[in-house]
């Protein structure tokens, strides 16, 4: 019996030993997967940690939010990747699905920050719009005219032009092009827009506690009768949109703004004290624009120590060279953490604590 026992824990030693060695084997490339709007931030650390460690440039790929936490979640191994980016913070769906596939160890890294821009082709009418007035143009049912809204005051949104909603408005139709439901933009966008502005109706803001479910979908439901194009996750398609069609308004991140200020500008948000801001460095960065959210990297600790370079990609990510007030990532476009922040971030990208996933 004895015997068999030191063969079983032999047998059981040696295939971990060999699993181990089969991962390193298998894949010697970090895999990075996730937001379009983390992907170019994503894409320079790689190419920057490719030129100057010994390691091999990591392969980034533009998966959506949702597509990079499903990719990441699925479970353990060389065939799932080590890195995931987002736009928005993990959900309970996709914490459930990374236990349920044993993916219980995960750090989450808050890297900058990001505004969600509303552009549209430079030479057309300025416009100001708030968070009231993009939900009643883009939400798929909306209170009676009138009315205060509640579930027994919805009608489908008729709204044609901006100026159905706001006679100060232009008469121009109502078309915005952005992301589709995969996509952590397109989160952000429904929560703090279209939302917020559903939530300016005290009949739908008393549904957030009376009847959360019914709250969300109807104060994050987009409509589905062509005002809204989804563009996929692919920015450069909604740019060369709005280039051709003076009427359509974009959606994407602040970066893409700022890469293509020679031929689009921005749409100016009402704050809650009524000042029209545009998103800029600086109103993203203290959180006045209105239409702000933060961005992260999460990390599969399982493949710390199998695929190699984990570690030190994620410090080359964090330093102040890279994710710094004057850092090259900063030049592309990203709005780095407050100096405290940033600290703190420092800390966890050497400690790498572990993300409380709620089964």
């Known amino acids: 019996m004895m015997t068999n026992l030191k063969f079983m824990t032999v047998a059981l030693i040696s295939t971990v030993i060999l699993s181990s060695e089969a991962l390193a084997q298998s894949r ?3 895999r990075v997967v996730g937001s379009s709007t983390v ?5 320079a650390v ?3 940690f490719g030129r ?3 390691f091999k440039t990591p392969i980034v790929e533009a998966t959506g939010t949702g597509g990079g936490f499903k990719l990441f979640c699925n479970g353990i191994g060389t065939k799932y990747p080590d890195i995931t980016n987002a736009s928005r913070a993990i959900k309970p769906s996709e914490t459930f699905l990374c236990t349920e596939r044993g993916v219980t160890d995960v750090a989450e890294l808050k890297i900058g920050y990001d505004g969600i821009v509303l552009a549209q082709k430079k030479q057309t009418r300025a416009l100001s719009i708030t968070v009231r007035e993009l939900y009643l143009a883009l939400a798929s049912r909306i209170p009676t005219p009138g009315s205060d809204g509640g579930i027994e005051d919805l009608i489908e949104n008729p709204h044609i032009y901006w100026s159905d909603i706001n006679p100060d408005l232009p008469r121009r139709k109502i078309s915005v092009m952005g992301p589709p439901p995969t996509s952590g933009t397109r989160d952000a966008f429904n929560e703090l827009a279209i939302q917020s502005g559903c939530k300016t109706f005290p009949g739908m803001a008393a549904l957030e506690t009376t009847n959360p479910s019914l709250f969300h979908a109807h104060c994050q439901s987009i409509r589905e009768d062509g005002v809204y194009i989804e563009a996929g996750e692919n920015d450069n398609l909604i740019v060369q949109k709005l280039l051709t069609d003076g009427d359509t308004i974009g959606i994407f991140g602040y ?4 890469q293509n200020a020679d031929m689009v500008d921005a749409v100016s948000i009402a704050t809650n004290n009524g000042q029209y801001l545009e998103p800029t460095f600086e109103s993203i960065s203290t959180g006045e624009y209105p239409i702000s959210r933060s961005l992260y990297i999460y990390i599969k600790k399982a493949h710390i120590g199998i695929i190699p370079g984990i570690k030190d990609f994620i410090e080359e990510f964090t330093s102040d060279r890279a994710a710094g007030e004057l850092g090259y990532l900063a ?3 990203l709005v780095p953490l407050l100096d405290e922040e940033r600290d703190a971030a420092s800390t966890q990208a050497k400690n790498l ?3 409380e996933l709620q089964p």
């Open 28 to 30: 010697n490339q970090i």
């Open 39 to 43: 992907f170019p931030f994503s894409t």
């Open 46 to 48: 790689a190419e920057e």
């Open 52 to 54: 100057t460690s010994p």
């Open 255 to 258: 970066s893409f703004l700022d």
């Open 331 to 333: 030049e592309r476009g």
């Open 353 to 355: 604590v572990s993300l």
